[in-house]
């Protein structure tokens, strides 16, 4: 009996153990903006904590073209106290990559990861195309994302080029961009509608070509037919990037629906440096102590400059306008902090010469006072 009790007890603390080992465990998960730990170790069906960031996990882009250019961005939020830091993103195949808007996030900030598939950068005879993308995290801890993506490839359809590629263009011009479909098949086929999201894109398909051909060394016969697709990236665009994907329906019974991507990096006819989202940081202040910041005004082509406006009449800042005409104008900024603020934050207006709208920009400094 006392032999039998003895195996018991010793099972009831085998089994104690174990729990507050787990439960040890728990103690070193990282700790959501809510406050609730999430532990580490999980089960094979669970998530892991950066896999929880991710909007999705996988992305199948349909069917495209044999030489298409398509992407989809996915969305990484920062769900937890610490920071996260994006350490890198690999791929299993030479056609597609991975682009972080951003590799660090404090808590609750969010990024993408735009993952593009190029079919011009392989060779591939395969009719479904799949790559694994994976996102490394190096802190809090380590951990990896891995995100399968695939597309289904028709041979039967060339677009050249992959995509519409309107880099450097110029804001509030119009430009458009060509690009050639081709179909081998049957003789009737046609391009029924296109849908486009943008308002800043106007598409249309224009039938150049329709005839009967036959491939080399086989009988039987088939038709091209052949189309430009225009693509109008309208003076409406904003400065900055554009990635929109257009859709081509065709009268296909199986794969209507082509997609097709139109990229654009719009060039501002003035940019203000050094800044980030239009604001120019001026750094760390101390009160009634002046600091000089050189702003950096480009434009096109030559401009003079009018006028400097600040919005608010606070005495903080000092410039002195250029008054040559080139095309790169440096504003000396003069600024003295106030005594009782911790922030100080400032609008100007700058009156360009022959030019009917201002250009503006903001400055930001945070006003830390000199230590004793």
């Not at 050249?160 to 011009?173: H, I, L, R």
């Not at 950096?296 to 005409?325: H, Y």
Request: aromatic residues 4%.
């Amino acid at each position: 009996m006392g032999n039998r009790n003895g195996r018991r007890w010793r099972w009831v603390a085998a089994v104690l153990i174990v729990l507050a080992a787990g439960l040890a465990g728990l103690g070193h998960g990282l700790l959501p903006a809510g406050g609730i730990r999430v532990g580490s170790r999980l089960m094979a069906s669970e998530l892991t904590w950066a896999e929880k960031m991710f909007d999705a996990r996988s992305h199948d882009f349909g069917v495209i073209s044999l030489t298409s250019k398509v992407t989809h961005r996915f969305t990484v939020k920062n769900l937890y106290r610490e920071t996260v830091h994006i350490a890198g993103v690999k791929t299993t195949c030479g056609c597609s990559v991975g682009r972080p808007s951003k590799t660090t996030l404090v808590s609750g900030e969010v990024a993408s990861i735009d993952v593009t598939m190029d079919m011009r950068r392989t060779r591939t005879q395969l009719a479904q195309k799949t790559a694994i993308l994976t996102v490394v995290f190096d802190r809090p801890t380590q951990a990896e994302v891995r995100i399968p993506v695939k597309a289904t490839v028709r041979k039967d359809l060339v677009m050249t080029p992959g995509s519409a590629d309107f880099t450097g263009v110029e804001q509030g011009a119009r430009s458009s961009r060509i690009m050639k479909v081709q179909y081998a098949g049957r003789g009737d086929w046609s391009i029924r509608q296109i849908e486009v999201n943008s308002p800043h894109l106007a598409v249309r398909a224009e039938e150049t070509k329709r005839k009967e051909a036959r491939r080399l060394g086989i009988l039987s016969k088939f038709h091209e037919v052949h189309y430009d697709l225009v693509v109008d990236l309208k003076p409406s665009a904003p400065a900055g990037p554009l990635r929109e994907t257009i859709v081509l329906v065709t009268d296909d019974k199986n794969s209507p629906r082509i997609p097709v991507l139109v990229e654009a990096t719009v060039e501002a006819e003035f940019t203000i440096s050094p800044s980030a989202a239009g604001v120019v940081t001026l750094g760390a202040l101390a009160p009634g102590r002046p600091k000089r910041v050189s702003v950096v005004i480009k434009g096109r082509r030559d401009f003079r400059i009018e006028k400097i406006e600040a919005e608010t009449p606070s005495g903080a800042f000092r410039t002195r306008v250029p008054t040559s005409k080139r095309r790169v104008q440096v504003l000396p900024l003069t600024v003295t902090a106030p005594t009782g603020v911790r922030e100080l934050r400032e609008t100007f207006t700058v009156t360009i010469e022959d030019r009917v709208e201002p250009v503006t920009f903001e400055v930001l400094g945070q006003v830390v006072p000199a230590a004793r």
